[in-house]
């Protein structure tokens, strides 16, 4: 298995990889968070097929397949790995279970002591497959297409880890960060470790781009937020981007609000991703007009469709025409999104109606 020298993925030819280098389009180039799932009926049947959860994203052929689906039906100018946020705690040996309709079951480590639990290393066989998935999907993708990897950002996993599975309020993270910081600091540690090996194995193995994702961080206080949000993505960038340069970094962190300006400052260099919430001329002034960003049309206008949902792209397109931007929801795209909505979306950004 040999892996994909950079300078054999970027290019002109790439309008995603264009616009994380600075450039602004006429048209956005387009894709979607979550756009490899549940509201496509191909993905339903073939994991229907497939056993588990986590057999699908364990088995390279099929984690290719799923992450193709929406390339062959709409043409999205980027393809994002299909895979889980929870694969590296998984990988660092804790147990790990999808429940049908309930979500993930994990095992928990919720105090120092249970640190020992966590190997110090990634499982190659479980990591492996993962970098093999990507391999096969490099090899179907048109030329044009960006191949996406990710991670979810340190304290977003540490919310399942801690708690595991998910929760309404992530109390116990929280709890265990507030009475005990050091000791959670150790395991955000590790956690920022395995991040930064995954994401490089996943650039080695031919990813063009990389998305953190940070799901939960938004509810914490600003000085939270800054040593369990803004930190540990830094020193993920800083060491990623230390061993691939050529390497861009699109950072979302969902819900961030009036700290999206520390987070903005903190890490000069990466694209940001914008949720639903946050307005053009508000980012205008918080992180400047000339920032690369990412978003953020809201899931719920794509699943309503008519006019709401035209006059909500054509919104999005205007306000962020004068700066490098990529269309994309401000969230995941919604199980009961109808394949309809999401075709007269890819028309109406690439000014087809």
């Known amino acids: ?179 005990d910081p050091d000791g959670f600091g150790q395991l955000m540690d590790r956690l920022v470790d395995a991040s930064v090996a995954h994401l490089a194995g996943q650039i080695r193995a031919g990813v063009d781009a990389v998305q953190i994702f940070d799901s939960w961080g938004g509810e914490l206080a600003p000085l939270d937020f800054e040593r369990w949000c803004i930190r540990p993505v830094a020193r993920i960038v800083e060491r990623l981007s230390a061993e691939f340069p050529r390497v861009p970094i699109i950072a979302f962190p969902r819900a961030a609000g009036s700290k999206l300006g520390a987070f903005a400052a903190a890490l000069p260099d990466v694209a940001l991703g914008i949720d639903t919430a946050e307005s053009a001329a508000g980012l205008d002034r918080i992180i400047g007009a000339d920032r690369v960003v990412q978003g953020n049309l809201d899931p719920i206008t794509l699943v309503a469709g008519g006019d709401a949902l035209d006059r909500s792209i054509d919104h999005v397109l205007s306000s962020f025409a004068n700066r490098p931007h990529i269309f994309n929801l401000g969230h995941g795209i919604r199980q009961e999104t109808p394949i309809a909505h999401v075709e007269r979306l890819v028309a109406r950004v690439r000014g087809d109606v």
């Open 1 to 179: 298995m040999v892996n994909v020298p950079l300078s054999d993925r970027a290019g002109p030819g790439k309008p995603i990889l264009q616009v994380l280098g600075g450039q602004r389009l006429e048209r956005p180039p387009l894709w979607m968070m979550r756009q490899a799932g549940r509201y496509l009926p191909e993905y339903r049947a073939l994991r229907s097929k497939a056993g588990s959860f986590l057999d699908l994203c364990y088995t390279p052929d099929l984690a290719a397949e799923v992450t193709l689906q929406p390339i062959r039906r709409f043409g999205f100018d980027a393809a994002i790995l299909f895979s889980d946020i929870l694969i590296i705690p998984h990988a660092l040996g804790l147990g790990l279970d999808f429940l049908e309709g309930e979500g993930p079951r994990m095992e928990t480590v919720r105090s120092t002591n249970e640190l020992s639990k966590l190997a110090g290393d990634l499982d190659p066989a479980k990591v492996g497959a993962v970098y093999e998935a990507i391999r096969l999907i490099r090899g179907e993708l048109p030329p044009s297409t960006t191949l996406i990897g990710f991670v979810g950002a340190p304290w977003t996993v540490a919310t399942y880890v801690v708690a595991g599975g998910g929760s309404k309020d992530h109390a116990d993270a929280r709890l265990w960060a507030a009475r």
